[in-house]
Nanobody
């Protein structure tokens, strides 16, 4: 089992920045990839950013088109923590953000943290 605990959400004005954190614990060696999803009211949950461990080749990152150039996903292996740096926030980024971990045979989710960018 893997436990994920997010922090760092909040309310900012459009153009502002926030950094989300996701602390992982438990069977973290089983984790193949980690990332962030978001879900806005009335919309489906969508992938925001994903970081995949590729052994000696380093980590591979992927972003949804709407956040490219504004959001940066990273992780600190020593702290077992995933981050999402969000710059240039727009009202359309307003959503509950969920931390995600791919454990191979099982997916894990955090409890979610609200991000609101006001116009």
């Amino acid at each position: 089992q893997v436990q994920l605990v997010e922090s760092g959400g909040g309310l900012v004005q459009a153009g502002g920045s926030l950094r989300l954190s996701c602390a992982a614990s438990g069977s973290i060696l089983s984790i193949y990839a980690m990332g962030w999803y978001r879900q806005a009211p009335g919309k489906q949950r969508e992938l925001v950013a994903l970081i995949t461990t590729c052994d000696h080749r380093g980590d591979n990152t992927n972003y949804t088109d709407s956040v490219k150039g504004r959001f940066t996903v990273s992780k600190d292996n020593a702290k077992n923590t995933l981050y999402l740096q969000m710059d240039g926030l727009k009202p359309d980024d307003t959503a509950v953000y969920y931390c995600y971990a791919d454990g191979g045979s099982q997916d894990y989710w955090g409890q979610g943290t609200q991000v609101t960018a006001s116009s």
